[in-house]
C-alpha cells in the first residue's frame, strides 16, 4: 500500500464581509467594508492510502466541502501542503482531474439532455480511455448493475436514484486512483441506497480505487467504510478504525428491563444496586447503561434478577450514529 | 496521458455540439416555434430600419444601402458569439446556485468545456438573414467584387465576431465578483444595438466611448469603412483585427481568472 493522499497541516481561511443589520446597515457596507478572517478549515492532517474507503464526517458547516474542494484543486489551501496522487491538486488541475472523479451533492455533472451512453462517450474523449479499458468498464458495469435500461435514457427524464447512480459509473468511468463522493445516497429510497452502496464497494473492489465518502447517513459509513475522519469547525476531531471508534468511547450497551411497579422508584433502587452503572427510566423501560470494561452484562443481569422479577428485556448495543452524535455534540474528550 | 491540442478540442466540441442539436432536434415545436421568433425579431428589426430611412433619405452622409450593408455586416458578426457562446448567459445562475462547481472537474479548459455545453442553433437563421441582407446591400451599393475584396470582408467579419464574443465574456464574467451581472450583460446587448450605426452620428463623447471604452464601434463601423470608403480609411480602422484579437484574449482571461477564484456555495 502506497499513500495516495497527503495532506500535511493544511488551514483554509476565508474573508468575509462583517453585514451590518437593516437597510442602513446595508447602506454603511456599501462604503465602508469591515472583514473578518472565518478559519473553515484548521490545521488537518492525513495520509490515505491506495484502496481505503474513508468516511469524512462532520456537522454541516464542519468544513468537509472546503476540503474536498482543496483535494479537487478547486481551492488553494491558505496554509499546509496536499499531495494528491503526487500532484499539488491546486497548481496542476488538469492534471489533478485526470485521476480523480467527483460526485458532488444533488448536482449531476452529466450533459442534462443527452443519454447516458453519449455522455460516456464524450467522457471517454475528454478522458482520453483506450477502446479496450472503456469496453472493460462498461462490461464490469453490466455485471454490477443493471445499466441497459439508463443507457438510452436521457439523464434529465431519469430518477433521482438513476441520475445519481449514473453520476457514480460517470465517476469512475476513466478509472480514476481516487473518487470523492458527497452524499452519494441523499434522498434516495431504502434499495436504491444499498444498490448503490453495494455498487460503491464492488468498485473499490475491483478497481483499487480510493473513495472518499461524505454522507451524514450511518448506514452509508457501516456499509462502506473502514476508517472514519471526523471534523467539526474545522477541526480534526477523529482519524482512526471505526471499530476503535466504538471502543473510544467506551464499549457501552444498553440493557432495557421491563419490571413491576412504579419505573422510577425501581430505577432508582436498581441504581444503588449496580453503582458502576447508570440507570435511567421512561414510560416503559428502566435502562441500565453498562460500559463493558468495568461490569459484564450477563453479571448485571444475573444480579438483578435475584431481587426484582423481570418481565421483558432488550439489549441495546450503541450504534455509529450514536457515538456521532455523541462526539458531534459533545467534541472529544 | 496525450497532449491535449486544439485538434482534441475540436474532434470534442463537434461530439458535443452534434449531441447537443440531436437532442435540441427531439423537442420539435419548441425548436419551430424559437426558430419563428427569431424570424421575427428579425424582421422587427428590418422593418423598424426601413421605416426609419423613408423618413430620412441618408444620416450624416450615409446612404441607405450602406446603412444597410452595416446592418447585415453586424447581423453576421453576431452570428458566432449567439450559435458557440450563449451559454455565457446562463453563467451567473450557474455561479450563484453552485452548478458551476462541475465545470472545473475535468481535465480540459474550464472557458472550452463551459462554452461547449450549449450550441444555439437559431443563431444559424440569423446568419442567413445578414448574408441576405449583405449581399442586397452589396450590389445595390454597386461595390463591385474581387478576390482581395472578399478576404477584406473575411478578416473583417472575424474581427467582428470576436469583438462580439469579447464584449459578452466579459460581462457574463463579471458575475464572478458581482451578484447582479444579469444587468451588466444585458446592458452589453443593449448597447451592441448601436454597432449597426456610422459611429459618426453620434456626438464626440460617445464616439470616444463606443471606440475606446466599449468598443463596439469595431463590430460594424470601422472594418465597414475598409469596403465601404476605401480612399479614407481611418488608422482604426487597420488596426482594429489586432484589437479584436487582444481584446478576445482579454476577455478569455478575465472569464479564466474569475473561474479560478471560483469556490462553489457549501453544500
Not at chain 1, 233 to 262: A, P, V, W
Not at chain 2, 93 to 108: L, T
Request: net charge neutral; glycine share 6%.
Amino acid at each position: 500500500m502506497s499513500a495516495i493522499i497527503e495532506i500535511r497541516n493544511i488551514t483554509k481561511e476565508f474573508k468575509v464581509l462583517n453585514r451590518r443589520e437593516g437597510l442602513k446597515g446595508s447602506l454603511k457596507d456599501l462604503f465602508s467594508r469591515d472583514y473578518k478572517t472565518v478559519r473553515a478549515v484548521d490545521n488537518i492532517s492525513m495520509t490515505i492510502e491506495q484502496g481505503e474507503i474513508v468516511g469524512y464526517l462532520g456537522p454541516n458547516g464542519a468544513g468537509k466541502s472546503t476540503t474536498i474542494k482543496m483535494m479537487t484543486g478547486v481551492l488553494e489551501p491558505t496554509s499546509g501542503e496536499i499531495l494528491v496522487g503526487g500532484n499539488v491538486p491546486y497548481q496542476n488541475r488538469t492534471r489533478n482531474a485526470q485521476e480523480i472523479g467527483v460526485v458532488f451533492g444533488q448536482r449531476s455533472q452529466l450533459w442534462w439532455a443527452l443519454p447516458l451512453v453519449e455522455s460516456f462517450k464524450i467522457l471517454k474523449d475528454i478522458y482520453q480511455i483506450p477502446d479496450a479499458d472503456y469496453e472493460d468498464m462498461l462490461s464490469l458495469y453490466r455485471s454490477l448493475v443493471d445499466i441497459e435500461p439508463l443507457l438510452h435514457k436521457p439523464v434529465r427524464q431519469m430518477s433521482l436514484g438513476q441520475r445519481t447512480l449514473s453520476d457514480i459509473l460517470a465517476a469512475f468511468l476513466h478509472n480514476p486512483k481516487i473518487v470523492f463522493l458527497d452524499e452519494p445516497t441523499i434522498g434516495l429510497d431504502v434499495s436504491m441506497k444499498s444498490k448503490i452502496r453495494t455498487l460503491i464497494h464492488a468498485l473499490n473492489q475491483k478497481k483499487n480505487t480510493t473513495v472518499i465518502l461524505t454522507t451524514h447517513d450511518m448506514g452509508d459509513v457501516d456499509a462502506l467504510c473502514h476508517r472514519i475522519v471526523i471534523i467539526d469547525k474545522g477541526k480534526m476531531l477523529y482519524d482512526n478504525d471505526i471499530e476503535h471508534l466504538k471502543s473510544f468511547f467506551g464499549s457501552y450497551r444498553t440493557l432495557r428491563l421491563r419490571i413491576d411497579g412504579d419505573l422510577k422508584a425501581q430505577a432508582e433502587i436498581i441504581g444503588k444496586e449496580i453503582p458502576e452503572c447508570s440507570v435511567s427510566a421512561d414510560e416503559e423501560w428502566i435502562s441500565v447503561l453498562v460500559d463493558e470494561e468495568k461490569a459484564k452484562v450477563i453479571d448485571v443481569l444475573a444480579k438483578l434478577q435475584k431481587t426484582h422479577r423481570i418481565k421483558d428485556m432488550q439489549l441495546m448495543e450503541i450504534s455509529t450514529e450514536e457515538v456521532i452524535k455523541k462526539i458531534y455534540e459533545e467534541g472529544v474528550k | 496521458m496525450k497532449k491535449r491540442g486544439f485538434h482534441f478540442y475540436f474532434r470534442i466540441y463537434c461530439k458535443i455540439m452534434a449531441q447537443d442539436i440531436k437532442s435540441k432536434m427531439s423537442y420539435r415545436a419548441d425548436f419551430i416555434i424559437s426558430t419563428i421568433g427569431m424570424i421575427f425579431t428579425n424582421i422587427a428589426g428590418f422593418i423598424s430600419f426601413w421605416i426609419l430611412f423613408r423618413n430620412f433619405p441618408s444620416i450624416d452622409g450615409w446612404t441607405y444601402y450602406e446603412m444597410l450593408f452595416l446592418y447585415g455586416f453586424s447581423l453576421i458578426s453576431l452570428t458566432p458569439v449567439q450559435c458557440l457562446f450563449d451559454n455565457n448567459w446562463s453563467l451567473r445562475q450557474n455561479v450563484y446556485s453552485g452548478d458551476f462547481i462541475k465545470y472545473c472537474f475535468r481535465p480540459i479548459n474550464t472557458f472550452f468545456y463551459y462554452q461547449s455545453e450549449i450550441f444555439d442553433i437559431k443563431g444559424l437563421g440569423q446568419l442567413a438573414f445578414g448574408i441576405g441582407t449583405l449581399i442586397y446591400a452589396w450590389c445595390n451599393i454597386g461595390l463591385g467584387f474581387s478576390a482581395l475584396m472578399l478576404l477584406k470582408l473575411l478578416v473583417f467579419l472575424i474581427t467582428a465576431s470576436l469583438i462580439m464574443i469579447a464584449l459578452q465574456n466579459t460581462a457574463a464574467a463579471t458575475c464572478f465578483w458581482i451578484q447582479n451581472s444579469f444587468y451588466v450583460l444585458d446592458l452589453a446587448n443593449r448597447f451592441r444595438d448601436y454597432a449597426k450605426y456610422p459611429i459618426t452620428i453620434f456626438s464626440p463623447v460617445f464616439r470616444f466611448f463606443f471606440t475606446f471604452v466599449f468598443p463596439i464601434a469595431f463590430i460594424a463601423y470601422y472594418p465597414s469603412l475598409v469596403l465601404l470608403r476605401p480612399d479614407d480609411v481611418p488608422v482604426l480602422s487597420w488596426i482594429s483585427p489586432l484589437f479584436g484579437i487582444a481584446f478576445f484574449w482579454l476577455s478569455y482571461k478575465i472569464w479564466m481568472h474569475g473561474a479560478s477564484q471560483y469556490s462553489g456555495t457549501g453544500s
